[in-house]
């Protein structure tokens, strides 16, 4: 049974970097074939994806965050990481981490098929 | 950026059809997947690429797209379908995409 699992602070200060880590049981980051996802969802509303990496190191982010944010992968620790630089209160939000897999069949197919249980980031 | 526009609520009387549309720019296109949240809980998998059903979802649940539109179906819809469901997709240029999320009530 595949299990993710969340961990970090759950209070920041503004201005400061966030960092969070999730721990991947069940299966190998290294083995390939997924992609390992960070997405937000912010007190009340819906789910935002933040950004994504393969185990060899690729990654694709939000275009709307690219520019703070910072996804990165250990293999030998199978966990993966997130950093969002310059935080402010907007960035307060449950952060879930979820393993993803992007198939092309006719077109590119992606769905996210494990999560975690979610860490409330508090920005304050 | 791709958009997913889902519409904020839809309310189904126990045992009718509820229908949750998603729609964006030449969706059939594009492979839609389906997750359920209830309160205080992560995303469920409901449906990926398009129309076909996870482990475990019971089959009241279906999904299709064409057009512009992907459209998920809870047929007989249980109280314990009361929920958020969220379609998502791909899109070359802006990654994953989520679409705001439709509040099913049942009553």
């Known amino acids: 049974q595949v299990q993710l699992q969340e961990s970090g602070p759950g209070l920041v200060k503004p201005s400061q970097t966030l960092s969070l880590t999730c721990t991947v049981s069940?299966?190998?980051?290294?083995?390939?074939?997924?992609?390992w996802n960070w997405i937000r969802q912010h007190p009340g509303k819906g789910l935002e994806w933040v950004a994504n990496i393969y185990y060899t190191g690729s990654t694709n982010y939000n275009p709307s965050l690219r520019s703070r944010v910072i996804i990165s992968v250990d293999t030998s620790k199978n966990q993966f990481s997130l950093k969002v630089s310059s935080v402010t209160a907007a960035d307060t939000a449950v952060y879930y981490c979820a393993r993803g897999k992007l198939e092309l069949r006719d077109f590119y197919a992606y769905d996210m098929d494990v999560w975690g249980q979610g860490t409330t980031v508090t920005v304050s | 950026s791709y958009e997913l526009t889902q519409p904020p609520s839809v309310s189904v009387s126990p045992g009718q059809t509820a229908s949750i549309t998603c729609s964006g720019d030449?969706?059939?296109?594009?492979?839609v997947c389906w997750y359920q949240q209830r309160p205080g809980r992560p995303p469920v998998p409901v449906i990926y690429q398009d129309s076909l059903r996870r482990s475990g979802v019971p089959e009241r649940f279906s999904g299709s797209n064409s057009g512009n539109t992907a459209t998920l179906t809870i047929s007989v819809t249980q109280t314990m379908d009361e929920a958020v469901y969220y379609c998502q997709a791909w899109d070359s240029y802006t990654g994953v995409v989520f679409g705001g999320g439709t509040k099913v009530t049942v009553l």
């Open positions: 030449k969706l059939e296109d594009k492979y």
């Open positions: 069940g299966d190998s980051i290294r083995s390939g074939g997924h992609y």
